[in-house]
Structure formats: C-alpha cells, structure tokens
C-alpha cells in the first residue's frame, strides 16, 4: 500500500512496570510512530527473586514451596518439575494411584491456567465480562485444590514418590461434577467471544509464526502447537501415565493470535475429558475410601503395600539428590517447563536450571509486534501467555 | 395543539400578581436552566448507577447494594468524593488548557440539552435549526479532549486525545448525514416538528420503521460520539491507560466524566427524538382523548399527557442507555485503523445511499415519506 | 455492474453476520443478568476453609520435644525454638516456641513432619494487625484455639465447591443440612461388611 511520506517525529513510550494490561511488571519501550509500532523492547528483571540461586541450598521438601511462585497460575506443574526432577534423577519409583491423582491435578492446573489466559487476552482485546465467567471457574477449581491440598494456589502437595495426601472423601464426585458442568460453560464462552466480529478483526491473521519460524525461535506449548506443529511432551516424553489415556494434541494451523486462541480452548476441553477418564480409571481401591478399607482389613494388612500406602510415608525430609545430571521438562500450560539438575550426592542440588516457557516464548513478542498497531501489543502480548513469575524467576 | 405551556402560565400568574410582564420573564428565565442542569446531572448520575448495576448483573455480581437501597447513593458519594479530592496537575502541564479542557466538554454536553425537548413545550429553546444545533455544539467536544490529552503532558494523554480528535471527525459525518435524511423527511430541523411529525399512528409512525438504515448509522454513530466501550479507544484502559484523562483528577475528572455519561443520556434521547417517536407513546393519545370524550384542553388530561410523554421519552433514553451499557460489556474494542474504516468506509457510504434513498422515496411517496 | 452489485451483497451480508454474532454475545451477557450472583458478600458471609486448609498454624506446648524438625524443613528456617538441655533427665526441656506469621507462607511442612504433632494447621486466615510485630506468635498466642467462620453468629458460612452434595454446583443454594457428596469411611466399612457377609 502506498503510504503518503509524512515527516513525524517518533515517539518513545514506556510501557509498564506499571501499565493496566503488562501481565505482571513486564516494561515495554516501545518507539510509535503514531499508532503505528516502529520497535519495542521488553525490559525484564522487576520481578527476580533468584529463584536458581535459592534452589542450591535448600532441600527438596524446603523449596517446594518456592516453586508455586514460578508461574503462579499453573502451580500444579512448578511442583511436578520440581519433584520429577530428582524423582527421575534418583530413579524413585511413584505409585500408579499417585500418578493418576498428580494427573488429575495437572489437568485441572492447566484448565485454570487456560482458564485466565481467555480471561485476560479477551480483556486485552476489551471486552472485560469474560473475566469475570472464568473467575467463576476458576474458583470452582481452586475450591477442588482447596480441599484437596489445603491451599488454593501455593498447594505444596507434590511429594517425591508421590503426593502429600490422598484425596479427600467426596473429592472425586465433586470433581466429575465440575467437569460435567465445565464443557457447557465452554461452550458458552465461545459463544460470547469467538465469532464476535470485532473479535475476529482484532485477532485473525495478528501475530503470525511460520511453522519454521516457530521452532527456531524455540517456542513451545500452545505458541508452537498453533503454528502447525503436533508437539506435546505428554505425548512425546511419555511421562507419569498419559499413556494410558485416551486423548489427542489439540493444534492448529494458523500461526496467528485466533490460531492459539482455538488450540487453548480445545485444550480445556480436552483436558477435561482426561480428568474425566483419570476419575474413572482411578486404581488404589475404588475411589478414596483407602481409609475404610485399612480400617477394615487392620493395621497390618496387605493394603500397607506401596500401592496404598505411599500416603503415610512421608519422603525424608533429608532426600539426597544423587551424583549426576539431566534435564527433565513437562507440559506445562504455557509451553515446555524444564529443569536442569546437577546433583552431588548431597541434600542440596549443585545446579538448579530453570527453563521457563514463559521466558522463551517472549524473546518472540518484538519481532511480532513491529509495524502493528499500538493496540495490537497488548492482543500479541496476551497470546503469548506470560507470567512475570517465571519469565523472572 | 394541545399541550402545556409553562412559561405562559407562569408568567400569566406573576403580571396577575402586579409584576410587569417584563418583570415575569425575567424572573421564568434562570428557572428553565437550572432545571435543566439539575435534570441532565441526575439523569448522568442514574447512568453511573445503571452501569455499574448492570454490568454487576450481566457479570453474576451484585454491584453497589449498601449505600442506600440497591446502592442509589453511590453516584452521591462518588462526587462527594471527587468534589473534595484533591486536583493535582502533573508538572509542566499548561495550567490554562488543562482546566479548560474539561470545562469545554462539559459545556459542549450541556449546552445540546437546550434543545432537547421532554414534552410539546417542555424544552428551554425551540430554535429552527434544533438538530443541527446538537451536532455543531457537540462536536466543540473534542477540542476539549484534544486540550487536555496536549495540556497533560503525557505521552498516553497525548495520543488518547489525538484518538478523540480523529473519532470525533469521523463519526460527525455518518451522524449528520442520518440526521439530515430525518430532517429532510419531516421539512424541518426543529425536534419538536421532528417528533410531531411522527405522531400521527403512534408505534407506527415513528421514525424508525422508515429510516431503519438511518437509525443504524446513527446508533453507531452516537455510540462513537459517546466513546462507549466498542469505540471507547481514546480513553482504552489496556492500551493508553486511560487516555486524555490519565492526570485527571478530582473536579476536573469529575467533569470528564459527568460529562461522558450526560453524552451518553444526551444520544439517546436524540435516538429516541429521531427514530422513536420521543415523548409520542406506542399508542396516539390524542385519539385515546377523543374516545372516552375529554377535550384536549382539560387542564389534568394535559397534565396526564404530559407526565406520560416524559415517563415515555425517559423510558426510550434509558431503554438505549441500557442497550449501551449492556453491549459496553459484551464486546471487545476495536482497533483504531478499524475504527476509521467502519466510520469512513461503510457509514459515509451507506449515510449517503440511505440520503438518495429518502429523497427518492419522498419523491416517489410523498405522503408516507413526509411530502 | 453486476460485480459492483454482487460486492455490496457480499459486504451486506457480511454486516447481517456481524449483527448477529454481536446479538449472541449479548444474549450470553443477558442470559446472565438473571442468573444468581455468585460473589460471597466477605465480611457477612464467608466461605467455610477446607478440613486441610492452611491457615495460622496451633502449636502444643506440652507435646514438643524440641527435635527442630520444624526449622529444618522449613524453607526459611522460621520456627524459633529456644530449649536448654536437661542434663539429670538426658532430656531437652522447652523454653519458649516462636513462629512470625509475618514471614511464614504456610506451606504446612512444619506440620507435615512434626513427630509429635504439638503442631497443627488451623482454619483461621484473616491475621491483619496494625503492626507487623504483632504477627510474631509466641508459644502462648500460638496455643489459642482458633476461631471459626461457623461460630460468628455475625457471619453466614457457605461451604466451598468441594464439600457441597453430589450435583450441587454453588454454596448459595444449598441448605447447610445437606450432606456433602461421597461416603464416609465408616458407611463404606459397613458396606462392605455387609458384603463379605451375604
């Protein structure tokens, strides 16, 4: 298109720490001319809380409080890397039961991850009433956290070999009626946002990442599945029992904002269907009457086998990571979250490396955002998903 | 025509009482305005209330609910608190400009209410160009805002008003152009004629039903001319904080925003004078009259009349607030460059087509589109 | 011409879709203004925190055995436990216990490992004071019993998702007398009793 030449003095506008829609404490310089974004800078840092640092002296079970500040929103998966990591370093086997309640956990981590990325994105864009529909959610996922681990967001239930507690009695009914209750719900935020016109105009064909492009700059999670690339570490790294679940990588081909706008939403469907199958198929007695059946079969009985009672044996708190080292990731709802573990046959870890996705993930935002509008920042930057937490660390 | 006059009682009542006729005008006179202002602030308050009311409602929250009875006070206790708070304006800001700014819009709003009529005679001023007064006054408003986005110095100030400025310009145009597709069909720019013409059938002469493209345009139009949330991009939270008011504070900020909401009662009482046939019910009252056998100038049927007339034309306004606020609160933001395009590359050509249009109407049916 | 005239019904009926999309978000935004608010009105009602809730955390004088399991799996070593060592019984007696929930994050280990559970979680969470220093808890302000949000006659409780009856989705509607979803170890013990015996 041809432009008139107009002779305007570029202007440089700090965008953040403090702006309404930075995610956090993000700080974008970004140069305008007019409306239109010329570059941008993002300036990171205002929220580093030396997370790496503080990993090399504390033991396990005194940093797993720690990791549920990483990414606060999708905490569930901070304490699966933070306790697989050493787990696969020391080869600690983690019953089935366990691994099908850390299952359901993650799951409905990622659903409440998904569930305010829609909430903010959409509020970025403008419309603020769905942030309100999926707090309502979110809440009801937070009150399953609740009584199953104690807190809502900093749950400290990830255990090595297992979890801190079984779930409690009722917990699994609760949790099939929230899943039941969930699809609809979905279904109607669709319907307030997806083929809204303004919606598709803001959003279709913004921010586009070629499928190459994609893998190059390392991006991972919904950024990578949305540029056209069947790529989730659940499927290909196989870990806890995802195996044994019958579902499918959500993906798409767009490569633009609408492209990962579809492949979260379906994610949430998709993992609630996999919470709905981990309920059913749930091993370790039927449901969580593990209590009634050790009360039944007495103190000394078979169900004291590791099966049933990895609840009760709490993990030394002494744990001693093992000499060694490797690099352990998991699915997280922003992309890939991995740890890189150096041990020394000692309490602490020697090294303690964090790759957040949020962080990989944003190196991208300057190049989408040149030469788009001012108000496209805030749709690019939405779809990216960060969280401050684990972008600083 | 029926209908009461005010004016001409009240000052019947004084020069009875031994004032000079002169005397009782003078005194009619501040009546009307302040009347006015009153009316305009607390239909602007309501507005706070009903937004907050409704998008609490459409949100599954309840919203205001102990300041007084479902929390009618909270607009009270909203100015109180911005009347008594504390105006800071940022250094290196142009003191006069930044004051004025605000006094600007404000004044602007205000000033189209003049025309705005509640019942026949219940209005301060029939002048003839009615109509075209409301868009001329109106569109001084985005001086104000371009004075306070320049005035502030701030960056996010700067380029809210500079939005306010090119919106504004935009949509005046589509807006006009409705406009004059309404005055052409009833051979005048005055409100009053506007609406009488429309009462004839009652719900099926109002204007809407013969200028249902005028009466889109328009609509989005007002929304533009009201930066509500569709089009609210000079003062767009998520991407200019909050625009040309982003150091306002206290009163002035209080004038902003009184006067964003008094636009906002303002354009839908102009939809519901244009398109809805304004103080007109669904139903011809003057027939109603006829039947049950009251003359047209019994005292308390005109009072009857004219109660229902402002019930109705109030109803209508607050029916298109609340359509406002309600999609305030259900769609997202457009995009600047979209923005023009919608006002420049689809209302100015569908206002001009839907001009042709009535003209070629008005030539082919003079009696059905006002001959 | 004709392609002119194709071009505008294009775009009208792209302006019909639009219409219509719009209308259906706002048919969602309608359809809840007469659904039941959801918001817990806080300082009237409050929600009832769950049976393994982590709030200010109650600690036993008398069970301690100043082992400072507390301390060492703490993440910041919080606990402080001064204790002096009883030479004629082999035996450490406790002096004084402090824990500043100014500082905690009640992450709950210390009640995770405690040996003797002299420690335990409480349901309390509203700890606001005017200066910080009053957030330091000694043994004896640790040993307060809790108050709870189903005592304050000043406060209607609702019970959280979780502890809600089977199908019931918000705490609003449900009558307190309603039990929670499941069965309780006791009911299933005699289920199965039942069982083996027929």
């Known amino acids: 298109m041809v432009m008139i030449e107009t002779k305007a003095e570029r202007m440089v506008i700090n965008m953040g720490p403090h702006h309404p829609s930075m995610h956090g404490v993000l700080r974008l310089i970004v140069t305008l001319d007019g409306e239109n974004v010329v570059d941008c800078e993002p300036v990171l840092g205002y929220l580093h809380r030396s997370m790496e640092k503080i990993a090399e002296n504390r033991t396990i079970i005194q940093y797993l409080p720690y990791v549920t500040r990483w990414d606060y929103l999708a905490t569930m998966f901070t304490e699966a890397i933070t306790v697989n990591a050493p787990e696969k370093l020391a080869n600690v086997p983690v019953p089935r039961r366990a691994s099908y309640i850390r299952m359901i956990m993650l799951e409905l981590s990622r659903i409440a991850s998904h569930l305010l990325w829609l909430g903010t994105f959409v509020a970025d864009i403008g419309a603020q009433t769905p942030f309100f529909y999926v707090f309502r959610e979110r809440e009801m996922i937070y009150d399953l956290f609740e009584a199953a681990t104690g807190m809502r967001m900093m749950h400290n239930y990830f255990r090595i070999g297992g979890v801190a507690a079984d779930l409690p009695y009722g917990w699994v009914d609760k949790c099939e009626d929230f899943c039941h209750y969930f699809l609809p719900m979905v279904d109607e935020y669709e319907r307030l946002v997806t083929n809204n016109p303004i919606f598709r105009r803001r959003v279709e064909g913004l921010g586009t990442i070629g499928r190459e492009e994609a893998i190059n700059w390392g991006l991972s999670g919904p950024m990578l599945r949305g540029s056209g690339i069947k790529w989730d570490l659940r499927k290909v790294d196989h870990y806890e029992l995802y195996d044994e679940l019958d579902w499918d990588v959500q993906w798409d081909t767009g490569g633009d904002c609408l492209a990962r706008y579809f492949v979260r939403v379906r994610e949430m469907r998709e993992s609630t269907k996999m919470v709905l199958q981990c309920l059913k198929q749930m091993p370790g007695g039927s449901y969580e009457n593990l209590e009634a059946q050790r009360m039944q079969a007495g103190p000394k009985s078979e169900w004291n086998s590791m099966d049933y009672q990895f609840i009760s044996k709490k993990p030394s708190p002494t744990f001693k990571v093992p000499s060694g080292e490797h690099y352990v990731r998991v699915e997280a709802p922003k992309g890939e979250l991995g740890v890189y573990l150096i041990g020394e046959d000692n309490v602490f870890p020697w090294r303690w490396k964090i790759r957040p996705p949020g962080f990989i993930n944003l190196q991208v935002l300057p190049q989408l955002v040149r030469g788009m509008k001012i108000a496209d920042i805030m749709a690019i930057l939405g779809s990216v998903d960060i969280i401050m937490g684990e972008v600083d660390r | 025509m029926g209908g009461i006059d005010l004016q001409r009682s009240l000052v019947e009542v004084l020069t009875g009482a031994g004032l000079s006729s002169g005397a009782a005008k003078a005194i009619w006179m501040p009546l009307p305005m302040i009347l006015i202002v009153l009316v305009v602030t607390v239909g602007a308050l309501v507005c706070t209330w009903l937004e907050r009311k409704i998008s609490a409602a459409a949100q599954q929250r309840i919203g205001p609910e102990y300041a007084g009875p479902f929390g009618i006070l909270i607009p009270v206790a909203d100015v109180a608190k911005l009347v008594i708070k504390q105006g800071t304006p940022p250094a290196k800001s142009d003191p006069l400009l930044y004051t004025l700014g605000p006094a600007i819009v404000f004044i602007s709003v205000f000033l189209c209410f003049l025309v705005v009529p509640f019942g026949q005679n219940l209005l301060i001023s029939n002048i003839g160009t009615g109509i075209f007064f409301v868009i001329a006054i109106s569109s001084i408003a985005p001086i104000g805002l371009l004075m306070a986005g320049y005035a502030s110095n701030n960056k996010y100030s700067l380029l809210g008003g500079l939005r306010a400025a090119a919106q504004s310009i935009s949509y005046e145009i589509p807006l006009a152009l409705a406009a004059l597709a309404i005055a052409m069909m009833s051979n005048s720019l005055s409100t009053i004629d506007i609406v009488s013409q429309q009462a004839d059938y009652g719900l099926l002469s109002w204007n809407i039903l013969r200028q249902p493209i005028g009466f889109v345009i328009f609509v989005i139009a007002a929304l533009a001319e009201c930066e509500r949330l569709p089009f609210d991009l000079p003062e767009a939270e998520e991407e200019l904080v909050a625009g040309y008011q982003t150091e306002y504070t206290g009163m002035r900020f209080a004038l902003f925003y009184g006067g964003s909401y008094a636009n906002l009662v303002l354009a839908g009482m102009l939809v519901s004078i244009l398109y809805l046939g304004g103080w007109e019910l669904p139903f011809p009252i003057d027939q109603v009259g006829d039947m049950l056998g009251i003359a047209p100038s019994t005292a308390w049927w005109q009072i009857i009349t004219a109660m229902l007339g402002i019930t109705a034309i109030l109803l209508k306004t607050y029916f298109f607030v609340f359509t406002a606020i309600l999609l305030r609160w259900s769609v997202p933001r457009v995009r600047i460059d979209q923005l023009l395009d919608l006002g420049w590359k689809f209302l100015l050509p569908i206002g001009l087509f839907n001009l042709l249009l009535t003209a070629a109407l008005k030539l082919a049916l003079p009696s059905w589109f006002g001959g | ?198």
């Open chain 3, 1 to 198: 011409m004709l392609k002119f005239l194709s071009k505008v019904g294009a775009y009208a009926k792209d302006a019909v879709q639009a219409a219509k999309y719009i209308g259906q978000g706002m048919g969602v935004t309608f359809d809840h203004m007469r659904r039941r608010p959801i918001t817990v009105q806080y300082p009237y009602e409050k929600l009832i925190p769950s049976e393994r809730f982590r709030g200010r955390i109650h600690f036993e004088f008398d069970k301690c055995i100043s082992c400072e399991v507390c301390v060492r799996v703490c993440p910041i070593n919080l606990p402080v436990v001064d204790y002096k060592f009883n030479s004629e019984y082999k035996k450490k007696e406790l002096k004084s216990y402090s824990i500043d929930f100014g500082v905690c994050i009640f992450c709950g280990n210390c009640v995770e490992y405690c040996p003797t559970n002299a420690l335990s979680m409480t349901e309390e969470y509203d700890l606001s004071t005017y200066d910080r220093h009053e957030l330091n808890f000694d043994s004896v302000a640790l040993g307060r019993l809790p108050t709870k949000v189903t005592e304050d006659p000043l406060v209607t409780p609702i019970r959280e998702l979780a502890y809600l009856p089977k199908g019931a989705m918000e705490g609003h509607q449900v009558d307190h007398r309603q039990r929670r979803a499941g069965q309780r170890p006791e009911e299933l013990m005699a289920e199965s009793k039942e069982g083996t015996e027929a």
